[in-house]
């Protein structure tokens, strides 16, 4: 992996003295697995909007190497507060769309690796996938059977990411064609700030929205 968490040393937070170690190695194999699996979907599907084009147009050992990422390329509509406010209530509606047929296993293994980091590991779900505080909380209350049967009946499937930031995913792109340098990690590293600034805007929506006091923070904040 180009960008290796395996070189920042664990360290305290001033307020709590807690340890928050590396994000674990099998947790960012299980990373590249979703990314490869959501690329391969996508260079063969008709996405909304012209990611999908880029990535199929990339070779195999190209979409290898992007699925190298140490974050989860695409998100689940999580950004969309509305919907999953629906999913924590149990409130379907007759006129969903649930999950076309070629996301439900990658959607279904989404959600129970960020289920099991939100009861585990919240800061990581936050780095790596913008998955703020507040989210992660209502995630881990509800039992994991139920959130993947209600997100499949909404019709919750994987989204690029980044689709309002198109000159990032050209430096994800631009990078598979020089593996092992300095600018396939340089174009990770920026989208990752990227990503963890999305996490802070998504988080102080969530908090002017319901008026949630923040809890003690942590590390991803």
Same mark, same amino acid.
């Given at each position: 992996?180009?960008?290796?968490?395996?070189?920042?040393?664990?360290?305290?937070?001033?307020?709590?003295?807690?340890?928050?170690?590396?994000?674990?190695?099998?947790?960012?194999?299980?990373?590249?697995?979703?990314?490869?699996?959501?690329?391969?979907?996508?260079?063969?599907?008709?996405?909304?909007?012209?990611?999908?084009?880029?990535?199929?147009?990339?070779?195999?050992?190209?979409?290898?190497?992007?699925?190298?990422?140490?974050?989860?390329?695409?998100?689940?509509?999580?950004?969309?507060?509305?919907?999953?406010?629906?999913?924590?209530?149990?409130?379907?509606?007759?006129?969903?769309?649930?999950?076309?047929?070629?996301?439900?296993?990658?959607?279904?293994?989404?959600?129970?690796? *960020?289920?099991?980091? #939100?009861?585990? =590991? @919240?800061?990581? /779900? &936050?780095?790596? !996938?913008?998955?703020?505080? +507040?989210?992660? $909380?209502?995630?881990?209350?509800?039992?994991?059977?139920?959130?993947?049967?209600?997100?499949?009946?909404?019709?919750?499937?994987?989204?690029?990411?980044?689709?309002?930031?198109?000159?990032?995913?050209? *430096?994800?792109?631009? #990078?598979?064609? =020089? @593996?092992?340098? /300095? &600018?396939?990690? !340089?174009?990770?590293?920026? +989208?990752?700030? $990227?990503?963890?600034?999305?996490?802070?805007?998504?988080?102080?929506?969530?908090?002017?929205?319901?008026?949630?006091?923040?809890?003690?923070?942590?590390?991803?904040?």
């Amino acid at each position: 992996m180009n960008f290796c968490f395996q070189q920042i040393p664990a360290f305290s937070t001033t307020e709590e003295s807690m340890q928050y170690p590396c994000p674990e190695r099998a947790d960012l194999d299980e990373i590249r697995a979703l990314n490869s699996a959501f690329l391969d979907v996508c260079a063969r599907s008709s996405l909304p909007d012209g990611v999908a084009a880029r990535i199929a147009s990339l070779t195999l050992a190209q979409r290898e190497l992007l699925s190298d990422a140490p974050f989860l390329l695409f998100s689940l509509q999580e950004d969309q507060a509305s919907l999953w406010d629906r999913l924590f209530a149990a409130e379907p509606d007759f006129f969903d769309e649930p999950t076309p047929a070629e996301w439900v296993p990658i959607t279904t293994a989404a959600i129970a690796f *960020l289920w099991h980091l #939100a009861k585990r =590991a @919240p800061h990581d /779900a &936050r780095l790596f !996938a913008a998955l703020s505080p +507040a989210l992660s $909380r209502r995630l881990a209350e509800h039992p994991l059977i139920s959130v993947t049967h209600r997100a499949l009946g909404l019709g919750i499937s994987p989204r690029p990411r980044f689709t309002e930031q198109p000159e990032l995913w050209s *430096l994800l792109f631009d #990078a598979c064609s =020089a @593996p092992d340098s /300095a &600018r396939m990690t !340089a174009g990770q590293m920026i +989208a990752m700030q $990227r990503l963890l600034l999305k996490s802070s805007e998504l988080e102080a929506d969530l908090l002017a929205a319901r008026r949630i006091e923040p809890v003690s923070r942590t590390l991803a904040e």
